[in-house]
């Protein structure tokens, strides 16, 4: 167990500031980084959140899982210890999928494995220039985790999402953005600087519309259309009946900019 924290989050005028901390490992995740990245998601439903960056300290992103501390263990312990790893990852994805405020990702370096993941999870991906991406499961008999084979499709399409996950084919954050995985793509110096102005832009929104709007778009990627006319008439509803919602018509027939304010759970 190491004596510094595998990840850190500070929330900061609304934006809860992620950072996976093994950047001397390019963020590769182990049991403690997994477990990191599902209490710092727990926190950000326990704050005041607007927005969520995500990102990684050194070179890299995240080079995937901790293929160091998987090689030293067999068998049924192996099984065991994974089955831990991806129950504290994918239970940190579950959560940011399910809160209000939006998840942007801040990539750079090497993204691979179950950093594609987390880079396919966000809502906004923004990427440096030198950032590349490669699945790499397959090339060392794994199967896939972090939600890749539900997210990629999704992004990519199902034929580009089995060729990058059967080839393990490296691809750019050019061909990345080409392909719709990647959101935007800038220069690497510029990239936090860029990275922290779309996350503090979105904490300017009406952020329980933002986090209804993100869950119909997901629920739309594999639900018929009647059923999600009805969700979208139910969410549009309670989002007009919100504060938010009063506010911002408010503003517009007042031709002001809207003021909105961080919805408590219990309104």
């Known amino acids: ?24 490992r390019g963020n590769a995740i182990d049991l403690d980084l997994a477990r ?21 300290e050194g070179r890299s992103f995240c080079a995937g899982g901790d293929l160091r501390e998987f090689s ?9 210890h994974l089955m831990e790893v991806t129950d504290a990852l994918h239970g940190a994805l579950r959560i940011f999928a399910r809160m209000d405020a939006p998840l942007v990702a801040q ?15 966000a809502d906004l991906t923004v990427a440096a220039d030198d950032a590349t991406f490669v699945l790499a499961y397959t090339g060392i008999g794994y199967s896939p985790d972090a939600g890749v084979t539900w997210s990629l499709p999704r992004l990519v399409g199902p034929k580009r ?3 990058l996950l059967l080839t393990n084919r490296r691809i750019s954050a050019r061909e990345a953005a080409d392909m ?16 922290r102005r779309v996350a503090t832009a979105l904490t300017l929104g009406a952020t329980r519309a933002l986090g209804a709007t993100r869950r119909l778009v997901s629920a739309a990627l594999s639900g018929d259309l009647d059923p999600h006319l009805d969700r979208e008439a139910r969410s549009l509803a309670e989002t007009a009946a919100s504060p938010e919602g009063v506010e911002g018509v408010a503003a517009f027939l007042g031709k002001r900019p809207p003021r909105f304010s961080f919805p408590h759970p219990t309104e």
């Not at 209490?39 to 990102?55: I, P, Q, S, W, Y």
């Not at 030293?72 to 065991?80: F, T």
């Not at 990539?107 to 999870?121: C, E, I, P, S």
């Open 1 to 24: 167990m190491s004596a510094l924290p595998a990840v850190t989050v500070e929330v900061l005028d609304g934006v809860a500031d992620i950072v996976m901390c093994r950047g001397a």
């Open 36 to 56: 990191g990245l599902r209490d710092a998601a727990r926190a950000c439903l326990e704050e005041n959140v607007r927005a969520v960056l995500l990102r990684g």
């Open 180 to 195: 719709g995985l990647v959101t935007s793509v800038v220069a690497a110096e510029r990239l936090p600087e860029e990275a």
């Open 107 to 121: 990539v750079q370096g090497a993204v691979a494995g179950a950093g594609v993941g987390l880079a396919a999870a």
């Open 161 to 163: 999402a089995l060729e």
């Open 72 to 80: 030293a263990l067999r068998g049924a312990v192996l099984k065991d």
